[in-house]
């Protein structure tokens, strides 16, 4: 109804103007004496500008009514991506409820490789596990380590995060949750019967710039997760490798409970410093690491 009134109007406004164009130049020409080819020039001129009105009205009349569509179509489809979202985050949260209530069928050793590079881009974490069904392992989630001392959200792409099964098989990986703490599951086919080696391995950047610039930091690692035998923990063995750059400096590494063993610190083929701590009988635990190294240029 609205785009009809916009045409009666436009056509209603065109003629009005039209008919009085040419009635106010009848008037003159008859008043003034003008001869009749002159009025007939006069007249033409007058009807052909009449007819450019027109048609720049009309011009103005589809470029309204071209907007107004479109507008119409941006207010559908942002309507309809909204809709999309919230369809697609509830997924997300019914996977993270299931994910979370429910028991790990499997028991697993775990061998972490946590390397403190010589700049943001050098950092990377190693996750070597192995893993034993009972009976069965489909899919599961992991929290890689990322930088939590920033409000950007971590990204899966920008950590270039990878999963590696050597044996036949493959492992899906599709973020969870992109926020502070990244989250992201893992899919497993076929899926994990037998005892099985499979590792994941990523670079987050940045992470261990606080320990390169002030000379200390932590690394936390909760263990507190239900295990389908009513244990603690899932993990038979836990083992965490903390490789640092090279320095005339040994560094430390400490966990705050005195939970586990750690090593003395030892140059390894590259003169690299390596201190491995273990934990023989982990118990869902929350383990925190305290490290220091030399800064260099002090």
């Given at each position: ?99 979370d209530r429910e028991k790990p069928l499997f028991s697993e050793t ?144 400490k966990e705050r409970q005195g939970y586990g063993r750690t090593a ?35």
């Open positions: 109804m609205a785009e009809t009134s916009t045409y009666q109007t436009l056509f209603r406004g065109t003629l009005n103007v039209s008919i009085v164009l040419i009635g106010l130049a009848s008037g003159v020409a008859q008043l003034a004496g003008i001869p009749a080819p002159a009025a007939q020039w006069v007249l033409t001129a007058i009807f052909f500008a009449s007819l450019l009105y027109f048609v720049v009205r009309l011009w103005q009349l589809g470029f309204v009514v071209k907007i107004r569509e479109l507008r119409a179509d941006l207010l559908r489809s942002t309507r309809a991506l909204a809709l999309q979202e919230a369809v697609h985050q509830r997924y997300l949260d019914a996977i993270r409820r299931i994910s775990l061998e972490v490789l946590v390397t403190v590079g010589a700049d943001d881009d050098s950092d990377r974490i190693v996750e070597k596990r192995v893993t034993t069904p009972e009976p069965l392992v489909t899919h599961r989630t992991v929290r890689p380590i990322v930088p939590t001392g920033t409000d950007r959200p971590a990204l899966l792409d920008e950590i270039s995060f990878r999963a590696v099964r050597p044996a036949a098989g493959t492992i899906t990986t599709l973020p969870l949750e992109q926020t502070r703490l990244l989250r992201v599951w893992l899919i497993f086919d076929p899926a994990m019967t037998t005892r099985t080696e499979w590792q994941v391995e990523y670079r987050p950047r940045g992470l261990w710039r606080p320990l390169r610039e002030r000379g200390w930091d932590q690394l936390a690692w909760d263990d507190r997760l239900p295990a389908a035998s009513g244990a603690p923990s899932a993990f038979t063995r836990f083992v965490v490798t903390f490789s640092f750059p090279e320095s005339d400096q040994p560094p430390s590494v003395e610190p030892a140059r390894d083929h590259r003169g690299r410093w390596e201190v491995v701590w273990r934990d023989e009988e982990p118990a869902g635990r929350r383990y925190v690491w305290d490290l220091t190294q030399a800064v260099s240029g002090r």
